[in-house]
Nanobody, 122 residues
Framework: QLQLVESGGGLVQPGASLRLSCAASGFTLDNLVIAWFRQAPGKEREGVSCISSSGGLIRFATSVKDRFTISRDNAKNTVYLQMNSLKPEDSAVYYC???????????????WGQGTQVTVSS
């Protein structure tokens, strides 16, 4: 069983915060780049953020810069996405992905989680 499992999504009001978790099972993340992607109905999948294996390099999409924070705890085999000041346009299914290349392209990653729904609505 090799899995990435996202959790922490939910329904929140604009301006609220959520913390998403991505936990690996059956393999370790400590030598892999981890990214968060999101996809809303009718829209293409968007790379949100990525973090290098050591945590020293971080990248964000312009749409979430200064609102979201990515971090990792390799000892727990888990990566987090802290989402603050959420907007309705942040509503999407959020996926985490693992790979060996640092970037925000889907092709950079070869293992994906099942996704967790984030809905921002009044």
């Amino acid at each position: 069983q090799l899995q990435l499992v996202e959790s922490g999504g939910g329904l929140v009001q604009p301006g609220a915060s959520l913390r998403l978790s991505c936990a690996a099972s059956g393999f370790t993340l400590d030598n892999l780049v981890i990214a968060w992607f999101r996809q809303a109905p009718g829209k293409e999948r968007e790379g949100v953020s990525c973090i290098s294996s050591s945590g020293g390099l971080i990248r964000f999409a312009t749409s979430v810069k200064d609102r979201f924070t990515i971090s990792r705890d390799n000892a727990k085999n888990t990566v987090y996405l802290q989402m603050n000041s959420l907007k309705p346009e942040d509503s999407a299914v959020y996926y985490c992905a693992a790979g060996r290349r640092y970037g925000l392209l889907s092709a950079d990653y070869d293992r994906w989680g099942q996704g967790t729904q984030v809905t921002v609505s009044s």
